[in-house]
Nanobody
């Protein structure tokens, strides 16, 4: 079992930055990780993902150049640095873990999810 706890969400003005952290506990080794978000009335979508070693990453087109995903396996944490935030980035952000180390952007490939953290960007 893996437990995931997100932190770092909040309210920020457009153009600002937030840093989301995901702390993993339990059987955390060799897992790819991802960040997903869900805005009101919309489907959950992938934002960024990273393989176990950190050598491969994925970003949604809407966040490329603004968001950075990174991980510290020694500390079992994954971070999503979000810069130049826009009102359309407003959503609940979820951290998720796979059972294997390979990167994926498919929601169904992630078996473990955090409780989510709210990000609100005001215009």
């Amino acid at each position: 079992q893996v437990q995931l706890v997100e932190s770092g969400g909040g309210l920020v003005q457009a153009g600002g930055s937030l840093r989301l952290s995901c702390a993993a506990s339990g059987r955390t080794f060799s897992r790819a990780m991802g960040w997903f978000r869900q805005a009101p009335g919309k489907a959950r979508e992938p934002v960024a993902a990273i393989n176990y070693s950190g050598s491969s990453t994925y970003y949604a087109d809407s966040v490329k150049g603004r968001f950075t995903i990174s991980r510290d396996n020694a500390k079992s944490t994954v971070v999503l640095q979000m810069n130049s935030l826009k009102p359309e980035d407003t959503a609940v952000y979820y951290c998720a873990a796979r059972s294997v180390g390979g990167l994926s952007i498919r929601i169904v490939d992630y078996g473990y999810w955090g409780q989510g953290t709210q990000v609100t960007v005001s215009s």
